[in-house]
């Protein structure tokens, strides 16, 4: 069933139609950007635009597959590694995917070369952290050819807690060396990875053969350098995008994304700006207190929009009323572990989500049994969680390319990290490594069933749900953000928090700290029954 466009739908419309120029759409959470999106291409199609000239890039592959059963037949739908994966095959012949590549890459530099062997008892430790490394390089555009050792250290120290100190030089040393034998590997070979999809393009000065008149972006307040350079090369010379976000819902700068990326966009595209503020999926009081961090303007109600819950409650109560298929969110994971463990001990089913942090978390538990452990027994992975804390804590100290903000951002953390692992741990009652590592595999799940879902804000962006409970919230936004990007992007994440319920919102023994949420619910009633004790 086809429903008659809003009023800011058909602005857009209007503005693709009628205009020339390029569009930035403010889309807010729950406003319909995907399905705004396939109305366009719908319009151009019956307007007689030629099929073939559009392309939609969409964020995975998922997505895709559900697009294309939406979209004109003979639009194409891509995800942005699709669209580079081409653009190199068009340039370099057959491709071949080597999901491994930069590992062994590494591992025949390092032995091959007489550098270090494969029996040393660091050989994995460095060559997986020589391998996160190269990631980072190439994700971020880093200029490894003209970078100091010290610029080197310093990108090594921002991006990875655990790595080998005593060979930091190594590692940098050889950075360069890997990375240019990558590139020649899928010049000679076509051997690439996922990451060379976007950086190769980049790095060899590549423009797509095929370039469209007209792109669609989605999510465009989450495109990297590497993304929105693909992006904006897709197009020929005259052609016109529209890229849709939520300037927002931009808290994925930790993963390479630019938190301005949607500000970049319209100054690259000198592109008009329209809003779809609008919000089908959050009750009135949800966008009530939405509106007390982005702005009235920003987001609005929709006009059948329903009053909804919105309240804080107690532990007990928190207890007694949450139900499988419900969430829990938080600003970090140390809430989020402990709370896990006394569902689990309850009897009740939970899983915190994000396969990576528990990989992340495992890395971090073996480098520490390694480094301070002789034999694991619980008293002696807490000591070395411990020294591990306080080591990094120390080196954080040392850098003279980080003011005491951003030391004191670092170190929470790091504490954060450290009583996780902890906490998990204790919980367990793991009494070998191998334990420890399989109660933080058992933990984690990307999944949805039937099961209460524990997860932080950042792994929620993107996903709604009827009932959302979140603990913690004292710590939203988090305390440690002192710059002001830091501070824009607590922001953002408590407006994500705000905006992920469908019917309740609940926050468990207090509130956001944030003044404009906590005058909103001042004004409002508390719960019947037991309240926020």
Request: hydrophobic share 40%; glycine share 8%; proline share 5%.
């Amino acid at each position: 069933m086809s429903y008659p466009p809003s009023p800011q739908q058909q602005a857009i419309y209007d503005a693709v139609l009628k205009g020339r120029n390029s569009l930035i759409v403010q889309a807010t959470a729950g406003a319909g950007k995907s399905s705004t999106l396939v109305g366009i291409a719908e319009r151009l199609a019956a307007n007689g635009f030629p099929l073939e000239q559009m392309l939609f890039v969409a964020f995975n592959k998922a997505i895709v597959s559900e697009l294309q059963e939406k979209l004109p037949p003979g639009v194409r739908a891509c995800t942005m590694h699709s669209l580079g994966m081409q653009t190199l095959k068009d340039e370099l012949g057959d491709l071949k995917l080597e999901n491994f590549k930069y590992g062994n890459v590494i591992r025949d530099l390092l032995a091959d070369e007489g550098i270090l062997p494969r029996r040393h008892k660091d050989f994995r430790v460095i060559s997986d952290s020589l391998k996160d490394l190269v990631n980072t390089i190439r994700i971020t555009t880093f200029d490894y050819e003209d970078a100091s050792k010290e610029e080197l250290l310093h990108l090594l120290e921002d991006t990875q807690e655990n790595f080998p100190r005593g060979h930091a030089g190594l590692i940098t040393g050889l950075a360069r060396d890997a990375l240019n034998r990558g590139v020649k590997l899928a010049e000679r070979r076509g051997e690439i990875d996922f990451t060379d999809m976007l950086w190769l393009p980049w790095k060899l000065g590549l423009t797509p053969k095929t370039q469209y008149e007209f792109l669609m972006l989605d999510e465009a307040q989450d495109q990297s350098p590497l993304q929105r350079w693909l992006c904006l090369k897709a197009v020929r010379r005259g052609g016109r995008v529209v890229a849709v976000g939520d300037e927002f819902q931009a808290i994925y700068g930790f993963s390479g994304a630019s938190p301005d990326s949607m500000r970049l966009f319209k100054a690259a595209l000198d592109a008009e700006e329209y809003p779809l503020s609008v919000t089908w999926r959050c009750p009135r009081s949800h966008v009530e207190l939405a509106q007390a961090v982005i702005g009235e303007d920003n987001i609005q109600a929709a006009p059948n929009a329903k009053e909804g819950v919105v309240a804080e409650i107690g532990h007990q109560k928190f207890l007694s009323q949450i139900r499988e298929g419900d969430a829990v969110l938080a600003r970090t994971n140390r809430p989020l572990i402990a709370q896990a463990f006394e569902f689990i001990k309850a009897g009740r089913r939970a899983k915190i989500r994000g396969r990576d942090i528990g990989q992340g978390l495992i890395r971090s538990a073996e480098a520490i049994q390694k480094e301070y452990c002789r034999e694991y027994t619980p008293e002696a992975f807490a000591a070395g969680v411990e020294a591990d804390r306080v080591e990094k804590i120390g080196a954080l100290y040392r850098r003279s390319d980080l003011n005491e903000e951003q030391i004191q951002q670092r170190i929470a953390e790091l504490q954060d990290r450290a009583e996780v692992l902890l906490l998990i741990a204790e919980n367990s009652g793991a009494k070998t490594g191998d334990a420890l590592k399989a109660a933080i595999e058992n933990l984690f799940d990307d999944g949805r069933g039937n099961f209460i879902l524990l997860s932080t804000i950042h792994k929620a962006k993107g996903l709604e749900f009827a009932d959302v409970y979140v603990i913690d919230p004292e710590n939203l936004p988090a305390p440690f953000a002192r710059r002001p990007e830091d501070k824009q992007g607590e922001l953002c994440c408590t407006f994500v928090a705000l905006t992920r319920a469908k019917e309740s919102l609940f926050f468990v023994d207090g509130l956001p700290n944030h003044a404009g949420v906590r005058a909103v619910m001042a004004r409002k009633r508390p719960p019947q029954g037991e309240g926020a004790a």
